[in-house]
Nanobody, 122 residues
């Protein structure tokens, strides 16, 4: 599975942005997919995940603001980010796994996409 993230950019605090992750490879719909981020000077952290049954999980800091979704026909996963804060500034990475959400959130995904930069200014 190869993953390509896109859609990052700069936005003011309170604004919205949607980033996408498109996969190549077969049976993408069967994969657990997720988003991670790495802010300057910080470790990479889990942000959100969506499994093959479209069940979703979010880190507490983005609950109610971010929405993860997937379009299996397009082999694409989205992260809609609303009410953005300066602390959301980071490089966002997508990933895919054939494991549990808990395992992926701790160990990272089996497959990583390249990052896309999101910058939120105050």
């Amino acid at each position: 599975v190869q993953l390509q993230a896109s859609g990052g950019g700069s936005v003011q605090a309170g604004g919205s942005l949607r980033i996408s992750c498109t996969a190549s490879g077969r049976h993408f719909s069967n994969y657990l997919t997720g988003w991670f981020r790495q802010a300057p000077g910080k470790e990479r952290e889990f942000v959100a995940a969506i499994n093959s049954k479209r069940a979703t999980v979010y880190v507490d800091s983005v609950k109610g603001r971010f929405t993860v979704s997937r379009d299996n026909a397009k082999n694409t996963v989205y992260l809609q980010m609303n009410s953005l804060k300066p602390e959301d500034t980071a490089v966002y990475y997508c990933g895919a796994s054939q494991t549990t959400t808990h395992a992926m959130s701790i160990r990272g995904p089996d497959y990583w996409g390249q990052g896309t930069l999101v910058t939120v200014s105050s």
